[in-house]
């Protein structure tokens, strides 16, 4: 059972670049979430999504856009990344569990 | 203006002695806390949570602590060992959709 999958696991982005952020998961877990971690900070949610077709913003959204096209998925994109973007991402899901964490993509914007 | 406060980011604790960490929140209408453990270069990992109906809840070694009208909790970890070495998140939940809120974490370091 792999739970939340997210790659790349490190990338690194020149300013102006676009990448998308990949997440699923396999525990059919209605709620998924994205968070940014900065150094030194908690988690801030980007976005998160209650099924799929349905997307919320949350506190961080600027520079950011997801889709939900089906339940496993949640992919978040970067459409000009910029210095400030430099982060740990993790996405998470749930069901009635708490929520459960991927490994996280580090992610450097140069 | 953050919600959730872990005003200390690090805390060291001698092997098989008592962890205690701390956790402040200002919003009313959280009624859920959890705490997450973080191993380098992993996601976070649930370990314990408390409804607000409750002012202590239990896990082997793992005891969180509710004052409501103090608005703070805490993590007791009993006896701590070299594996619970780790960044803790305290999180916070009003029951809705849009997920947790997280204070900023605190390393435990245990020494031997």
């Known amino acids: 059972n792999a739970g939340v999958t997210q790659t790349p696991k490190f990338r690194i982005l020149k300013i102006g670049q676009s990448m998308t952020l990949q997440c699923t998961q396999d525990?059919?877990?209605?709620?998924m979430y994205w968070y940014r971690q900065d150094p030194g900070m908690g988690l801030k949610l980007i976005y998160y999504?209650?099924?799929?077709?349905?997307?919320d913003k949350g506190e961080v959204p600027n520079g950011y856009n997801v889709s939900r096209s089906t339940t496993e998925d949640f992919p978040l994109r970067l459409e000009l990344a910029a210095p400030s973007q430099t982060s740990v991402y993790f996405c998470?899901?749930?069901?009635?569990?708490?929520?459960?964490f991927g490994n996280g993509t580090r992610l450097t914007v140069t | 203006d953050q919600q959730v406060k872990q005003n200390s980011p690090s805390l060291s604790v001698q092997e098989g002695r008592i962890s205690i960490l701390n956790c402040d929140y200002t919003n009313s209408m959280f009624d859920y806390f959890l705490w997450y453990k973080k191993y380098p270069a992993e996601g976070p990992t649930f370990l314990i949570s408390?409804?607000?109906?409750?002012d202590k809840n239990e896990d082997g070694r793992f005891t969180v602590f509710l004052n409501k009208s103090a608005k703070h909790l805490s993590l007791h970890i009993v006896p701590s060992q070299p594996g619970d070495s780790a960044v803790y998140f305290c999180?916070?939940?009003?029951?809705?959709?849009?997920?947790?809120?997280f204070g900023k974490g605190t390393h435990l370091i245990i020494q031997p």
């Open positions: 525990m059919n877990h209605n709620y």
């Open positions: 408390i409804s607000s109906i409750k």
């Open positions: 999180a916070a939940s009003g029951g809705g959709a849009d997920g947790l809120t």
């Open positions: 998470a899901s749930r069901g009635r569990t708490p929520l459960h």
């Open positions: 999504s209650v099924g799929a077709g349905i997307t």
